[in-house]
T-cell receptor, first 110, second 115 residues
Framework: GENVEQHPSTLSVQEGDSAVIKCTYS??????FPWYKQELGKGPQLIIDIRSNVGEKKDQRIAVTLNKTAKHFSLHITETQPEDSAVYFC?????????FGKGTRLSVIA | NAGVTQTPKFRILKIGQSMTLQCTQDMNHNYMYWYRQDPGMGLKLIYYSVGAGITDKGEVPNGYNVSRSTTEDFPLRLELAAPSQTSVYFC??????????????FGPGTRLLVL
């Protein structure tokens, strides 16, 4: 089945800097890669996703890139703000609908 | 729309007790899911359902049971609670058209402590 590895587990950046979180997956047949953001005390919420027929997708300050050959995808957050502080999860399809990475705790320091 | 609602928000159980975690969605979604979230371990799928009357095991089903009698409700039953079941439990739903390529909508979670 699918195995999703996520790095780093924690990340601290200065406000205004960029943040990058990387995930690798094992099943070359996977074709959908979402990213979820979980704020303290809340459930995860989808922030961006990418399908296997494109290499990059942007939505304002966030972007996701996909390298199918290397089987990895990354979340890029530019001009980070304090409200970006949260736990971020990547995911990929597996035997069950989605397999999640272990999460990255992002702290944006003002 | 309220989205996905879960009750209770927090519960303390004694070892060996039983309880039901409630989950309701008002989006007419076909798919519903139960996850547990342990610190530093991400989200692990316990059970999921593709529609009323149909349930499937996820990655960590032992110690839990589910039922899906209606489209809206997907309760999770813990029998003989154990300390290893201390966790935060999230219910989620998705439309079910292409479940491996669609957004899952999560509830606010239930924090369970087993002592």
């Amino acid at each position: 089945g699918e195995n999703v590895e996520q790095h780093p587990s924690t990340l601290s950046v200065q406000e205004g800097d960029s943040a990058v979180i990387k995930c690798t997956y094992s099943d070359s047949a996977s074709n959908y890669f979402p990213w979820y953001k979980q704020e303290l005390g809340k459930g995860p919420q989808l922030i961006i996703d990418i399908r296997s027929n494109v290499g990059e997708k942007k939505d304002q300050r966030i972007a996701v890139t996909l390298n199918k050959t290397a089987k990895h995808f990354s979340l890029h957050i530019t001009e980070t703000q304090p409200e970006d502080s949260a736990v971020y999860f990547c995911a990929a399809p597996g035997n069950t609908p989605l397999v999640f990475g272990k999460g990255t705790r992002l702290s944006v320091i003002a | 729309n309220a989205g996905v609602t879960q009750t209770p928000k927090f519960r303390i159980l004694k070892i060996g007790q039983s309880m039901t975690l409630q989950c309701t969605q008002d989006m007419n979604h076909n798919y519903m899911y139960w996850y547990r979230q342990d610190p530093g371990m991400g989200l692990k799928l316990i059970y999921y359902s593709v529609g009323a009357g149909i349930t499937d095991k996820g990655e960590v089903p032992n110690g839990y049971n589910v039922s899906r009698s209606t489209t809206e409700d997907f309760p999770l039953r813990l029998e003989l609670a154990a300390p290893s079941q201390t966790s935060v439990y999230f219910c989620a739903s998705s439309p079910g058209g292409t479940p491996k390529r669609e957004t899952q909508y999560f509830g606010p979670g239930t924090r369970l402590l087993v002592l």
